[in-house]
């Protein structure tokens, strides 16, 4: 493959969808796993939607510019490089962080350190059960940052993430799947962002899945 084909130039067969959703799916459980041993609570995730998105449509993904939610961010590196965005709710980042810290959620507009630091936690969690998962699979290493954690507006925080990944590719990658729990409490998103390259080695091994799924 050429070095200057871009990600608008891939073809995404629905056998690549296939395996992706795939290696997505298992990895999402892992996570789901993970969080729900942590809060206590039953926790489900949607099954991943995957997507090849204009960086300029990613703040409407989760519900619009100036929704006030908590992000936690990580990078991805290793074999495979990209970010990791949990969105949560300003209720259910509330909710998460009463629970962490045994008190009651409460109205502030800001995170204090005890809750930011829960969050980190949250997002440290969830992050490498699901990159785990995904070294298992593909058979590649990869690790992520130590979690950063904002409290603004969603387009605000988007911005911040996708300010990095622009300089490498207009288009990316984005699988995106839905928290949400048995109360309705706590809800929020997962999204895995990757460029043209990352996507690349991600496509690699899923045409090899596809390919051994593929009757004899």
Request: aromatic share 4%; net charge negative; with cysteine.
């Amino acid at each position: 493959m050429q070095e200057d084909t871009t990600i608008e130039d891939l073809e995404l067969s629905e056998l690549h969808l296939d395996a992706l959703r795939e290696i997505c799916n298992i990895g999402m459980g892992h996570a789901a796993t993970a969080l729900n041993q942590m809060i206590g609570k039953t926790i489900s995730l949607s099954i991943p939607k995957i997507t090849i998105s204009s960086i300029s449509e990613a703040p409407e993904m989760v519900g619009g510019n100036e929704r006030v939610v908590a992000g936690i961010h990580l990078r991805v590196w290793g074999d495979i490089q990209g970010n990791i965005l949990l969105i949560f709710p300003r209720e259910s980042a509330r909710a998460i962080c009463a629970l962490l810290t045994g008190g009651e959620p409460d109205n502030e507009l800001i995170l204090s350190e005890m809750h930011a630091s829960a969050l980190r936690e949250v997002g440290n969690i969830v992050a490498s059960s699901y990159l785990s998962a995904m070294e298992t699979l593909l058979g590649k290493t990869l690790f992520p940052s130590v979690p950063d954690v904002a409290f603004d507006m969603a387009g605000a925080i988007i911005e911040y993430v996708l300010v990095q990944i622009s300089e490498q590719a207009d288009r990316i990658l984005v699988v995106e799947a839905a928290f949400s729990g048995e109360d309705e409490s706590i809800n929020g998103h997962f999204f895995l962002m990757s460029d043209f390259k990352s996507l690349r080695v991600i496509l690699q091994s899923a045409k090899v899945m596809a390919s051994e799924d593929q009757p004899g």
